[in-house]
């Protein structure tokens, strides 16, 4: 079945670093892609997504390209702020109609001033 | 547009008491629909989910259970909380012919 890993956390940066979060997953066919964002106390929401391989997302600053070669989503930002601080989940999707999404475990980023 | 809406915000119950937590979408018809828990610093973890009114699939037996008594309104049930049942409970929905899944803004549940 469809699985997605992306790196452990905490990462921790300084206020203007560059960001990566890896993510990979395991799949077969073309799924749909995602990143989410869940900041303290809400629920998830959607930050990007690529539908296609080679399809880049952008969203915010943020943005992650869908590469089919290396079955990989890795999110990237040029330059992280404190409100930026918040658990990133990479997701895998599919238009089926009894499909259930599947999530990474979420990586925690916590940004310093 | 298509909103989600997730009741309460926050619950504190006592270990024994019964549970309800409603999730409601707007704006759309025949919806999947889902529930998971988040426990404190852990992913996300599938509980039900329903395709139609009245069909429910159970990923975790548990002390939980789910119903859909109507297209848009999913509801998630216990007879007697645990102290495990503690966690952020969010309810999700996605269009069967759309990839992304949309979430509420989720329940906070301590059973005390």
């Known amino acids: 079945g469809d699985s997605v890993t992306q790196m452990e956390g905490p990462v921790t940066l300084s206020e203007e670093a560059f960001l990566t979060i890896n993510c990979t997953y395991t799949?077969?066919?073309?799924?749909?892609l995602f990143w989410y964002v869940q900041y303290p106390g809400e629920g998830l929401q959607l930050l990007l997504k690529a539908t296609k391989a080679d399809d880049k997302g952008s969203n915010k600053g943020f943005e992650a390209t869908y590469r089919k070669e290396t079955t990989s989503f890795h999110l990237e930002k040029g330059s992280v702020q404190v409100s930026d601080s918040a658990v990133y989940f990479c997701a895998l999707g599919r238009a089926g109609g009894s499909y259930i999404p599947t999530f990474g475990r979420g990586t925690s980023l916590i940004v310093h001033p | 547009s298509q909103t989600i809406h997730q009741w309460p915000a926050t619950l504190v119950q006592p270990v024994g008491s019964p549970l309800s937590l409603e999730c409601t979408v707007e704006?759309?018809?025949?919806?999947?629909l889902y529930w998971y828990r988040q426990a404190a610093g852990r992913g996300l973890q599938l509980l039900f989910y329903?395709?139609?009114?009245?069909?429910i699939s159970s990923e975790v037996p548990q002390n939980l259970s789910a119903s859909r008594p109507q297209d848009r309104q999913f509801i998630l049930s216990s007879k007697k909380l645990l102290l495990s049942d503690s966690g952020f409970y969010l309810c999700?929905?996605?269009?069967?012919?759309?990839?992304?899944?949309?979430f509420g803004q989720g329940t906070r549940l301590t059973v005390v």
């Open positions: 999700a929905w996605k269009f069967p012919g759309v990839v992304e899944a949309f």
């Open positions: 799949a077969t066919g073309y799924p749909s």
């Open positions: 329903s395709v139609g009114i009245g069909q």
């Open positions: 704006g759309t018809s025949n919806p999947n």
